[in-house]
Every structure is written in structure tokens, then in C-alpha cells.
């Protein structure tokens, strides 16, 4: 299957998945007969989210009783992380952009207050780049790295939410498992004295350490394909498969 073809077959799904959470909701609207009926919306901020390299911001609707939508959006804002490879420290410049759309459903009497569950679809695209150092058999490389990682999952969390003062929001989404149909791609080129070419025992020691990496990846270690290019002193990795993940996190918002 072509990579377009997979890529379509992706945002598919997850339109159809996205279509069902909005169905539920509107479901949800024309069977309200609790006591408060009246609509109301909270604004969000999730200033986590900034160190993952995106400014997240959501917004929840409720039409009365205990179902809301919940819409979220990471916008790219790039930041920088360190990182630590063969003992030495690299900095790695992120950014990413997601889209989460979720039912909730709350199990106490309050509007938008207290214990519920969430059931949700959800797209990432996070990418990073930067020069990672390490070292080839006690010579010094320089890794020009460049990582793409793009996913489409769905999941379900549980969390709280109280008001403070009647219009500011707290929310813990404490618990959240997904899967996801991910693909992930790493580029990287070792800059450190171009014009010399990887030995053969480099390029087996550059092997080894990428098939290192994934072996901490569950599911993941046993799909990826490597590719090492001795002459362009060059390293690439990709996979394209199932993905889980944990979802948690707090936003702080205003409701009106």
C-alpha cells in the first residue's frame, strides 16, 4: 500500500470515529431532561503543553445535563529540549500540532463538575530537530537529526473537573489509554568531518546503536527498518504500525 493511499485510508477513519463522537453529542443534546438545560461553554489553556512544542487550547460545550464536546488544538510553537545520548548532552528543537475531539460524560449532578469519562479521537504530528553527539568506535560524530512522528488514535480518559469561583475551571485528566496507527521517520547525517567517509565498523556501530533505541520501544523494536548509507555517513530509521499511549495532564480555563 502506497503511502498516500495509507495516509488516506488513516484520516478516513478518523473522520468516521469523529463523526460518532459529534452523532453521541447531539444525541446527547435532544435527550437532556436534568434539571439545569441551559448552555454553557469553558475556554482552556494547557501551559504543559508548551514543553512539548505547541500552544494547546480547547474549548467545551455543554448543552445541558451530563454530556459535553470537548475540542482541543495543539498549535505548532517550537521549543527546545535536552537531550542525553552516549553521556553527552544535545539540544533538540520540537514543535507539534494536534487535534483531539472528545464526548464526556459526567457522573455527578453538577454541570461540567466532578468525576467523568471521556472517550475521544485524536491526530499528532510532532517533529524534532537538531545535532546530537555522540560517539562511532571513539570517534567523535555529530548527528544533523531530523524526526517526524505522525499518528492518528483513539482512546478513552478519565478525569476531574471543579470551578473555582463559579467561572474558573480546573481540570485533571489523570488516566487516559489510547491506540494509535502511527508512523515515525528519524534522518540523520553525521556533520562532524564530512569529507571522510564511515569506516565498516562505524557503519556497524551506527546500526547498533539505532536498533538500541527501539529495543526500549515496545512494539515498535520488532517493525523498524534501518537503513545505513557508509559513504554519506548517513543513518535513517522508519516505522509504520500500532502505537499506544497514556494520556494525562491538567488545563486551567473560564467558563461562560
Do not use: C
Not at 464536546?69 to 542525553?84: C, E, H, M, N, Q
Not at 487535534?99 to 453538577?110: A, E, M, P, T
Not at 568531518?193 to 538500541?212: D, G, S
Amino acid at each position: 500500500m502506497s503511502p498516500f493511499i495509507l495516509k488516506q485510508s488513516l484520516f478516513m477513519r478518523t473522520l468516521f470515529l469523529i463523526l460518532i463522537l459529534v452523532l453521541l453529542t447531539i444525541s446527547n443534546i435532544f435527550s437532556q431532561t436534568g434539571e439545569d438545560a441551559r448552555t454553557s461553554a469553558i475556554v482552556k489553556w494547557a501551559p504543559a503543553a508548551l514543553m512539548a512544542g505547541k500552544f494547546t487550547v480547547g474549548s467545551e460545550l455543554n448543552f445541558g445535563g451530563k454530556g459535553s464536546l470537548d475540542l482541543v488544538l495543539g498549535f505548532p510553537l517550537s521549543a527546545t529540549r535536552t537531550i542525553k545520548h552516549d553521556e553527552k548532552e544535545s539540544e533538540m528543537e520540537t514543535k507539534a500540532f494536534s487535534v483531539l475531539l472528545g464526548y464526556r460524560h459526567y457522573f455527578g449532578k453538577k454541570q461540567m463538575r466532578g468525576l467523568y469519562l471521556e472517550p475521544y479521537a485524536k491526530y499528532l504530528r510532532h517533529e524534532a530537530s537538531g545535532i546530537i553527539t555522540s560517539d562511532l568506535i571513539e570517534e567523535l560524530a555529530q548527528m544533523d537529526t531530523k524526526t517526524k512522528y505522525e499518528g492518528f488514535g483513539v482512546g478513552a480518559q478519565l478525569g476531574v473537573q471543579f470551578m473555582l469561583f463559579k467561572r474558573v475551571s480546573v481540570d485533571f485528566y489523570f488516566l487516559g489509554l489510547e491506540a494509535n496507527t502511527a508512523r515515525f521517520r528519524t534522518n540523520s547525517v553525521d556533520v562532524a568531518n564530512p569529507l571522510v567517509p564511515w569506516t565498516i565498523i562505524q557503519t556497524t556501530e551506527a546500526r547498533r546503536k539505532l536498533e538500541e533505541t527501539y529495543a526500549d520501544i515496545p512494539f515498535a523494536k520488532n517493525g523498524v527498518e534501518i537503513e545505513i548509507n557508509q559513504d554519506k555517513k548517513e543513518a535513517n530509521s522508519s516505522y509504520r504500525g500500532f502505537m499506544p499511549g497514556l494520556r494525562f495532564g491538567a488545563s486551567i480555563g473560564v467558563r461562560f
